[in-house]
């Protein structure tokens, strides 16, 4: 079950299904909650009002989440799109495009200079084999990580057909990839794609005053594609062993250079784009025989399709990249865990004064010279990760014992305040403190103080009446609550040193944006659904054929 917020006419958290779930089943569980007749009650989602369609659609299909937020209000049955909704829709989907912003500027920020991440994950450059890379300064490490965030978000809401926020989100990638060196930008192929991406929402929108634009952003694309992929995509080929991972992108870039030459009564160009477009679509069809071969021997439909697609139907090729991918998944699952593990110990040691982590491969050299870790660890620390420097302090018998007195002062605060934490949560519960404040200092842990207590509760049920009518009520813990907002936040040795730092983070739009990235692999930007693309190079096919080049290109 899936949790939604409420609020507006109801507030709350209300259970669905998200995968059986369709609109007017909400509408009506929310106007029943607000003792109100559905068809007065409107409901708004990341800036769209949700609308009841064909009554099929279910709520995953509408991109509704867990844990999304949906706002109700009421209407009278004439006015169900009045303009009240419409600026609601509009300021909540403003709302959540600046949240998109500052969550991928926050995220890019906190990775981008080697910082200790607040986060269990870190987020880092990689090519198309899965190599951890660096290019240029911090300065376009930032700008490059918060284009392809935005980008990736972008990405999503093209997959919901959500074109118009998606143009918004596309333009800002765009602005974050222009603070990048513009030697760095021409390495990869990620802005060139995304110009064609903003092309391709131009054209689904059906806008015609994009056209000058549009056709500027294609040019600008097809010199950096052919820039990272070679003439003929040379490179790209040379790569991939004799494999196409690009043909749907240039597809989708012919495509779209046909329609502005259409737009432009530049039709013998425009048929020229549009006959190499419709090529690679039939290229790019996959027989269905081959496809049930390929997923006879285990792998899902849409890998089968997809390494198909790019192996040119060869099924012995297509076989060998699945086989390829499935190693390269498990030995990614191993790294992750392993960057996980690792972030773990390093929040434990704590951060540089320049608030990067403690080097653990440096760490490991001091180790196995005879140190103990914890304390070649706090050496470090203070060094900024200088070998050398913190080989002195560990030589050093002064500087040496400091560290150890700073090590326990610091493992006693630590203690302290975890057991601050503990009593404060076992007060929630309904405990009295003075047996919750014994039970701590008797039990050590919060899981080994609550099994004294529940005991003791056993034992003696008169003391856990009094318990019960001696603690006071807590009238703001509701249902909707999380039952830790009142205690002290405690710390990681190298995470937010305040609870305004934590406070800051959006922490639902930042997951929302490091997940989409966890989703994708190399070939995310190149894996095109292309029936679109396929209806449209047929559509303008037609026209041309029909209209003849003297006839006025219509509208899109």
Not at 12 to 26: F, H, N, S
Not at 47 to 75: C, P, W
Not at 251 to 263: K, P, S, T
Not at 473 to 492: E, F, G, H, L
């Amino acid at each position: 079950m899936a949790k939604l917020k409420i609020a507006g006419t109801w507030a709350g958290i209300l259970e669905v299904e998200l995968e059986e779930w369709t609109v007017p089943m909400l509408r009506e569980e929310v106007a029943k909650r607000s003792s109100c007749g559905a068809e007065s009650i409107n409901l708004i989602c990341a800036g769209k009002v949700l609308k009841d369609g064909d009554g099929t659609e279910k709520l995953t299909q509408l991109g509704v989440k867990n844990n999304s937020k949906i706002l109700a209000s009421r209407v009278s049955v004439e006015e169900g799109k009045s303009l009240g909704v419409e600026l609601m829709a509009e300021e909540e989907r403003s709302n959540r495009l600046s949240r998109v912003k500052a969550a991928a500027t926050a995220l890019a920020k906190r990775h981008a200079d080697g910082s200790l991440p607040i986060e269990d994950f870190n987020i880092e450059l990689e090519d198309q084999s899965g190599k951890t890379i660096h290019l240029g300064s911090e300065t376009d490490q930032r700008a490059v990580m918060m284009g392809l965030m935005l980008h990736a978000n972008a990405k999503q809401l093209i997959r919901r057909e959500n074109y118009k926020d998606a143009l918004e989100v596309l333009n800002m990638g765009e602005e974050a990839f222009s603070l990048c060196n513009s030697k760095v930008i021409e390495l990869i192929d990620n802005v060139p794609i995304l110009q064609i991406d903003m092309v391709w929402c131009y054209f689904m929108l059906r806008d015609i005053r994009w056209l000058s634009v549009a056709g500027a952003r294609l040019e600008k694309a097809r010199e950096g594609i052919e820039r990272a992929h070679g003439k003929d995509s040379s490179r790209v080929t040379l790569l991939q062993a004799g494999r196409h991972p690009e043909l749907a992108i240039h597809l989708r870039l012919e495509l779209l250079e046909g329609v502005v030459a259409y737009h432009s009564g530049q039709f013998d160009k425009s048929r020229k784009a549009l006959t190499s477009a419709q090529a690679k679509f039939s290229q790019l069809q996959v027989p269905d025989e081959a496809l049930s071969l390929v997923m006879s021997m285990g792998f899902k439909e849409h890998d089968s399709k997809r390494a198909l697609r790019m192996s040119n139907q060869d099924i012995g090729s297509a076989v060998d990249f699945l086989v390829e991918e499935k190693k390269k998944r498990a030995q990614k699952r191993e790294e992750d865990l392993k960057r996980k593990n690792d972030l773990k110990e390093q929040k434990k040691y704590g951060m540089t004064p320049s608030k990067k982590a403690v080097d653990l491969k440096i760490l490991n050299e001091l180790v196995s010279i005879g140190f103990e870790k914890e304390l070649a660890a706090e050496a470090l620390r203070r060094n900024e990760n200088d070998f050398q420097q913190a080989l002195d302090n560990l030589t050093n018998p002064e500087t040496n014992s400091a560290m150890q007195v700073d090590i326990e002062s610091r493992k006693r605060k630590r203690q302290q305040r975890a057991s601050e934490a503990a009593i404060e949560q076992l007060v929630l519960m309904g405990f009295e403190r003075s047996r919750v404040v014994a039970a701590v200092q008797v039990g050590g842990t919060m899981e080994q103080a609550m099994h004294l207590l529940l005991s003791q509760s056993e034992s003696n049920p008169s003391v856990a009446a009094n318990s019960n009518l001696e603690s006071e009520p807590n009238p703001t813990i509701s249902a909707d609550n999380n039952a830790n907002s009142s205690i002290p936040i405690i710390p990681d040795a190298g995470g937010p040193s305040t609870a305004s730092e934590v406070e800051e983070r959006d922490v639902e739009m930042e997951d929302e944006l490091a997940d989409e990235l966890a989703k994708g692999d190399a070939y995310t930007d190149y894996d095109i659904e292309v029936t679109k693309e396929g209806e449209a190079i047929s559509e303008y096919l037609a026209i041309l054929e029909s209209a003849g080049n003297s006839e006025k290109a219509p509208c899109c």
